[in-house]
């Protein structure tokens, strides 16, 4: 990883708290905000002196009118705009509001749970948090569904390269776009399935995680339509997240990438299809609630913000 750079390249850990916050409206949100940049660089100095085994981290995330209430630099970052919905005929990935986003993610609860305390006694004055999701490691990586969640991931070097900005817009290099959407499961209908019908919604045999043949791999599978070329590859830190009281089974998506451009075209295929019609049959099992798009600096810039 640059050592700049925000942790946009590691991988999963054992717990994850996911906070989305919005400014107020009418109040004067830089000072704080420039506080909350000083904030951030602390958190994640200290959590590597305090807990270097938990590889402890949060990233905070800028969405687009955010940005520019703050007035942080122009041009923003070349591909920074409010994500909008992509519409297939059967589904749509919504677009929702977003100023800023933390991915908080440590080996245990406790660190997660202070490092949000403190983003909140910042924060609070200033924004309301509008989601907040505790996403937690299932059994070998499992999503909610059942399926290994992160094995065609980028690993090694290729982490850095498809997460972070590159050369093509200097000023934001080793930056990352940070695309989010929480998704809520229909379980009931999901285990209604029998597992080789589930294997070909996904692409993958369930308990084994291997991936199918080409020839057997339904052109309608989850990875047939996310797989958009060796060369288009993003970094998914995705969480399952389960509440039984309200009933809600997810999974928490989130990617980082040194182009949106990558993510777009893999929603593309996913929500209205390749061919248009031939949509991802996951979708029938899981809904987006959410969907927004952020810019994660590097924390040269985020040192910058907070001396404005
Ligand atoms: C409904 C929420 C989602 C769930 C439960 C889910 C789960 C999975 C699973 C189980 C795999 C196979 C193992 C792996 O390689 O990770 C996978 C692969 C993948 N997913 Fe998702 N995913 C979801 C949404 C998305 C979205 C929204 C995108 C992109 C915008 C995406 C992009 C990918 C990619 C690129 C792969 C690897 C494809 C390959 O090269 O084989 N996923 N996902």
Not at 159 to 182: C, H, I, N, W
Request: charged fraction near 20%.
């Amino acid at each position: 990883m640059k050592p700049d750079s925000q942790n946009v390249t590691d991988y999963t850990n054992n717990n994850t708290i996911f906070m989305v916050w919005d400014f107020k409206d009418g109040l004067e949100v830089k000072r704080v905000f420039n506080k909350l940049c000083k904030l951030i660089i602390n958190l994640n100095n200290s959590a590597n002196v305090r807990f270097p085994v938990s590889r402890a981290s949060c990233v905070m995330g800028i969405g687009h009118d955010a940005w520019v209430r703050l007035q942080l630099p122009v041009p923003l970052p070349k591909e920074l705009v409010n994500f909008e919905p992509i519409i297939g005929d059967k589904h749509t990935a919504v677009s929702s509001k977003g100023d800023l986003h933390f991915h908080i993610r440590a080996d245990t609860t406790s660190i997660c749970y202070d490092m949000a305390a403190a983003v909140a006694d910042v924060l609070s004055a200033i924004a309301v948090s509008t989601d907040e999701t505790h996403g937690f490691r299932y059994w070998d990586s499992r999503s909610i569904l059942g399926f290994v969640d992160g094995t065609e991931n980028p690993q090694g070097a290729d982490r850095e390269l498809f997460s972070m900005v590159g050369d093509d817009d200097p000023a934001y290099t080793g930056g990352s776009y940070l695309f989010v959407q929480k998704y809520i499961h229909n379980l009931t209908a999901w285990k209604q399935l029998p597992t080789e019908q589930q294997e070909k919604v996904i692409g993958r045999y369930k308990e084994n995680d291997v991936e199918m043949a080409d020839d057997t791999k339904p052109a309608n599978s989850h990875i047939a339509l996310a797989n958009v070329g060796d060369d288009f590859k993003i970094v998914r830190d995705n969480m399952p997240f389960g509440n039984m009281s309200t009933n809600e089974m997810g999974t928490y998506f989130i990617a980082y990438a040194s182009t949106f451009g990558t993510v777009h075209k893999m929603l593309t295929n996913m929500f209205i299809g390749s061919p248009a019609g031939n949509y991802d049959r996951i979708l029938d099992f899981s809904t987006a609630r959410t969907g927004s798009l952020f810019f994660v600096p590097t924390f040269d810039m985020l040192d910058d913000f907070s001396s404005d």
